[in-house]
């Protein structure tokens, strides 16, 4: 199993970008999906996730109102929408996925939950 996160970049303060995470390898939907995020000398943190078969999502407070996480059934495909950008939004953004459902029991926004993750893509804001 693979994942493939794109669309980061660099933007300004304000501005908006759209992260993907294709995933390959699995022919079976995941139970979670998910964004993590990662700064610079700080610890990975939640950004949002998505219950793939009932569409549930889950933000952290930080990026509520700005961010949208969706999914593509077809394609297996999570998107994640950054809108209204801040300089302390700066960050590596990691997708993950879950694929025995261990966001039941430890909760989609702890990142044990996930089995697998994708290699990264840097998302800067300028002020």
């Known amino acids: 199993v693979q994942l493939q996160a794109s669309g980061g970049g660099l933007v300004q303060a304000g501005g908006s970008l759209r992260l993907s995470c294709a995933t390959s390898g699995r022919t079976a939907s995941f139970y979670y999906m998910a964004w993590f995020r990662q700064a610079l000398g700080k610890e990975r943190e939640f950004v949002a996730a998505?219950?793939?078969?009932?569409?549930?999502?889950y933000y952290a407070d930080s990026v509520k109102g700005r961010f949208t996480i969706s999914r593509d059934n077809a394609k297996n495909t999570v998107f994640l929408q950054l809108n209204s950008l801040k300089p302390e939004d700066t960050a590596v953004y990691y997708c993950?996925?879950?694929?025995?459902?261990?966001?039941?029991?430890?909760?989609?926004?702890?990142?044990?939950?996930?089995?697998?993750w994708g290699q990264g893509t840097q998302v800067t804001v300028s002020s």
């Open positions: 993950a996925a879950d694929e025995n459902d261990y966001g039941m029991g430890y909760g989609p926004l702890s990142h044990v939950s996930y089995d697998y």
């Open positions: 998505i219950r793939w078969y009932t569409g549930t999502t």
